[in-house]
């Protein structure tokens, strides 16, 4: 278990973190969402005990992660794929790190085959793609096999079929019982990874829920027509009390009423529809619409 409480941070007369409260529990595994800027990265640091708090604390498993030894049987960690020596080669990497952490050496060859470097073991690491770093970011996190794990970004560079293996390597860990921490941009691959979500903005705590409750902040739904008689069919729409939002040429957008209703007002005034779709919100559109004020730098503002 991970214990945030009144974590703070600050860098001279800036904030990165800002009284932050919240646990992170073992058995599910947990998305850490956050525009950019928000102070996701300097919180896992002080996780780890990579960076000292201004204020309040950060437990793993009831103490500060900086007084473990063999911290790796501890808490496994990816948080810079890149951060790594080229020279080196993916087994001569992990045996460096099992050697300073009292892990036996046969665990090297596990994690390379679990991970899928095994006939890449022997390359230096100079010559991996982004993909393969992070399978070795991963594989360095799983080393000392450990109850809890932390990962910054772990989809960037993976193609589709790696995506895939880390969701199921993320849910079988949590099934394990293990503690699993993903902090992530990707707002519809946690739709599919996470069950509970932590998402911060501005170094603030924004939400602290299940996937399903944060979903259901906006359960707006709206549904999409597509006719060429659209005016007609406006009208009619909204003198039943709809909203009406024309959004291409024949196209519009329609809430205020489900999608039988408007087949049914439709037949009645012979409009042929070629489109009818139910739309609901996207776990991206409500992270847009939570953090819309958090947002370091919004798109079309000028400094």
């Known amino acids: ?11 001279g007369a800036t904030t990165a973190v800002d009284q932050m409260t919240f646990t992170v529990r073992p058995g599910t595994v947990t998305g850490f969402l956050g525009p ?7 919180t896992l640091r002080m996780i780890l005990g990579l960076d000292t708090p201004t204020e309040g604390t950060a437990t793993v498993a009831g103490v500060p992660f900086a007084g473990r030894p063999r911290g790796l049987r501890h808490v496994g960690a990816l948080l810079d794929a890149g951060d790594v020596h080229g020279g ?14 009292r892990i036996p050496l046969g665990r090297v060859d596990e994690v390379l085959a679990e991970v899928g470097l095994g006939n890449a073991a022997g390359r230096r690491i100079g010559g991996y793609s982004l993909g393969m770093k992070q399978r070795l ?10 109850p809890v794990l932390l ?25 394990e019982g293990r503690t699993v921490f993903v902090s992530s941009h990707m707002m519809a691959e946690m739709e599919h990874t996470a069950d509970r979500l932590v998402v911060i903005g501005r170094g603030r705590l924004i939400a602290d829920e299940s996937l399903a409750d944060f979903s259901a902040r906006d359960a707006t739904t709206s ?19 709809a909203g009406v939002r024309e959004v291409e040429p024949q196209v519009g ?24 779709a139910t739309r609901t919100s996207s776990l991206e559109s409500v992270f847009m619409a939570l953090t819309a004020d ?8 000028t400094r």
């Open 294 to 301: 958090s947002v370091e730098y919004p798109a079309g503002e």
């Open 88 to 101: 080196r080669s993916a087994r001569a990497h992990l045996a460096a790190l099992a050697r300073s952490n």
């Open 137 to 146: 970011g991963i594989a360095g996190a799983l080393l000392g096999d450990p």
């Open 253 to 276: 957008i329609v809430t205020g009423l489900p999608a039988e209703r408007i087949g049914e007002l439709a037949r009645r005034h012979d409009v042929v529809l070629s489109e009818l």
């Open 1 to 11: 278990m991970i214990e945030i409480e009144r974590l703070t941070k600050r860098y």
């Open 36 to 42: 950019n800027g928000a102070g996701k990265s300097t």
């Open 223 to 241: 549904v999409t027509v597509r006719t060429p008689g659209l005016a007609l069919l406006a009208g009619v729409l909204r003198a039943a009390g």
């Open 151 to 175: 990962f910054d970004e772990p989809l960037n560079g993976l193609d589709p079929e790696g995506v895939l293996w880390v969701r199921g390597l993320f849910r079988r860990l949590a099934a």
